[in-house]
């Protein structure tokens, strides 16, 4: 069975600083990751996704992710915190890999950023 | 924007109601997704649709219920409601393997 563990419910980080949101995941084949973000009362918006292809993910927003199957790691990260980037950020595995499924969520992480 | 609509926004109602949910996907997607988000459970899948057709099921109360028309709209169905079923409720559609999410229904069941 798939299944993904964000390993910090909350990362608190200066504007400006690096941001390293952690993920682990398990699945029993090729997995399709996600990092989604939810920003208060909105709804949930596509970061980036790994999908068997290269394994260092650029996403929107200046956000990357590496995929290291050894550690069987997805973390997400960026170089520089901005205020805006508050928000809540989901690791999601897809049930079925490149066939689609049903997405399995993390609990979230919650990024504040401090000026 | 996502391109997935979802109406109402915001729900209120009392315990023992039914409602109905709506989900317009994004041109083209033929999947229907619907998810729950609540403070206790995170994000959990409900139930699937491709074409018309049910695909998968998940953690989804006899209570509730969910079709796809053929214009490919779909709709979830939550009856005999309980304080426990206040939640955000949303709806993704997908081309393949991302799926893209409408705004969310917040349901407040009084």
């Known amino acids: 069975a798939q299944s993904v563990t964000q390993l910090d419910s909350h990362v608190s980080v200066s504007e400006g600083t690096p941001v390293l949101l952690r993920c682990n995941y398990s699945?029993?084949?090729?997995?399709?990751l996600f990092w989604y973000v939810q920003h208060p009362n909105k709804g949930l918006q596509l970061l980036l996704k790994y999908t068997s292809a290269a394994t260092l993910v650029k996403g929107i927003n200046g956000f990357e992710a590496e995929f290291k199957k050894s550690e069987t790691s997805f973390h997400l990260t960026k170089p520089s915190a901005h205020m805006s980037d508050a928000a809540e950020y989901f690791c999601v595995v897809s049930d079925r890999g490149n066939q689609g499924g049903k997405l399995i969520f993390g609990q979230g992480t919650e990024l504040s950023v401090k000026p | 924007d996502s391109g997935v609509t979802q109406t109402p926004k915001h729900l209120i109602t009392a315990t023992g109601q039914r409602v109905t949910l709506r989900c317009s996907p994004r041109s083209g997607d033929l999947s229907v997704y619907w998810y729950q988000q609540s403070l206790d459970q995170g994000l959990q899948f409900l139930i699937q649709?491709?074409?018309?057709?049910?695909?998968a099921k998940g953690n989804i109360l006899e209570r509730f219920s969910a079709q796809q028309f053929p214009d490919l709209h779909s709709e979830l169905n939550l009856s005999s409601l309980e304080l426990g079923d206040s939640a955000l409720y949303f709806c993704?559609?997908?081309?393949?393997?991302?799926?893209?999410f409408g705004p969310g229904t917040r349901l407040t069941v009084l």
């Open positions: 993704a559609s997908s081309p393949r393997e991302e799926q893209f």
């Open positions: 649709y491709y074409n018309g057709e049910e695909r």
């Open positions: 699945s029993s084949y090729s997995p399709s």
